[in-house]
């Protein structure tokens, strides 16, 4: 009892004994090969940009971590933009994790002490992960940690060894490397789209976002459309749930045989 005890207390014990490390790092594979390039590319950038060097690209990436911003911080840090022109782009581009945080709002309830770092990491790539069913055999708080942390390992090193590269790199033209993370997003929502169950809330955020654009323009659009996003998406939310409430069933089945689960605090 009290060995087993030891091992739930830190999932990455053990690492060839247990099985919820050993799974998320290989659901997480293909975020690895993503964020090391896409890691390169930012620090590339942000050291022909800017100048920095990689010990301040480990430091952004592991208190800022997100992706899509530390692209665009480039470009203020290059342009010194104002404290408040960064909090207003901060907000803009990181929108989209309100809708994260619906969608992801009964996976991530009553998970104790993992909470508070599920979410501070949550991206896209590791969104992507999180949405889906873990596989068979695992502790879910614990696997949904390990892919978090692996994620975040992943986009630290290569962060870091980008800034490294682009430091010793004289002539490199870096222009079109910033696209590496729109391309991101565009494979993940096809990827996403495949699963038929996933089309509805396509659709609803193609649909959703391009009326935006059209009403106010492609400079004035961002904020309405996630604003738009987060009530639509929530209303149809409520409608599965009283369509499906067997789905909300498991998913309290699930909290009450999670260890943290049984504490009110977190509730």
């Known amino acids: 009892m009290s060995m087993e005890r030891e091992n739930r207390s830190n999932p990455?014990?053990?690492?060839?004994?247990?099985?919820?490390?050993?799974k998320a790092f290989v659901a997480s594979l293909p975020v690895m090969a993503g964020y090391f390039a896409l890691g390169t590319a930012f620090g590339i950038l942000l050291?022909?940009?800017?100048?920095?060097?990689?010990?301040?690209?480990l430091f952004m990436s592991?208190?800022?971590?997100a992706g899509s911003m530390q692209f665009v911080g480039v470009e203020l840090l290059a342009t010194q933009?104002?404290?408040i022109s960064t909090v207003l782009m901060t907000f803009m581009v990181n929108a989209r994790h309100l809708l994260y945080g619906i969608t992801l709002l009964e996976k991530y309830r009553g998970r104790g002490k993992y909470k508070p770092y599920l979410l501070f990491g949550m991206t896209d790539e590791t969104f992507a992960l999180a949405v889906k069913d873990p596989p068979a055999g695992v502790d879910k708080p614990k696997y949904y940690f390990c892919i978090t942390l692996l994620d975040h390992i992943y986009w630290i090193i290569g962060t870091t060894c980008g800034t490294a590269i682009g430091g010793l790199l004289r002539e490199f033209n870096t222009e079109?490397?910033?696209?590496?993370?729109?391309?991101?997003?565009?494979?993940?929502?096809?990827?996403q789209m495949m699963k038929k169950e996933n089309r509805p809330l396509g659709a609803i955020g193609i649909v959703a976002s391009i009326a935006?654009?059209?009403?106010?323009?492609?400079?004035?659009?961002l904020i309405p459309a996630m604003l738009v996003l987060t009530v639509l998406l929530a209303i149809y939310g409520l409608a599965?749930?009283?369509?499906?409430?067997?789905?909300?069933?498991?998913e309290a089945a699930d909290r009450e045989t999670a260890p943290e689960g049984r504490k009110g605090g977190d509730r």
């Not at 592991?62 to 971590?65: A, G, K, N, R, V």
Request: glycine share 8%; charged share 25%; aromatic share 10%.
């Open 81 to 83: 933009a104002s404290l």
């Open 212 to 221: 935006c654009v059209l009403l106010l323009g492609p400079e004035d659009f």
């Open 240 to 250: 599965d749930a009283r369509l499906h409430p067997e789905r909300a069933g498991e």
């Open 12 to 22: 990455l014990d053990h690492a060839g004994k247990h099985p919820t490390l050993r």
């Open 47 to 57: 050291a022909k940009e800017t100048g920095h060097k990689p010990l301040w690209a």
């Open 176 to 191: 079109g490397i910033d696209f590496a993370m729109t391309a991101l997003f565009v494979t993940i929502f096809v990827e």
């Open 62 to 65: 592991i208190t800022m971590y």
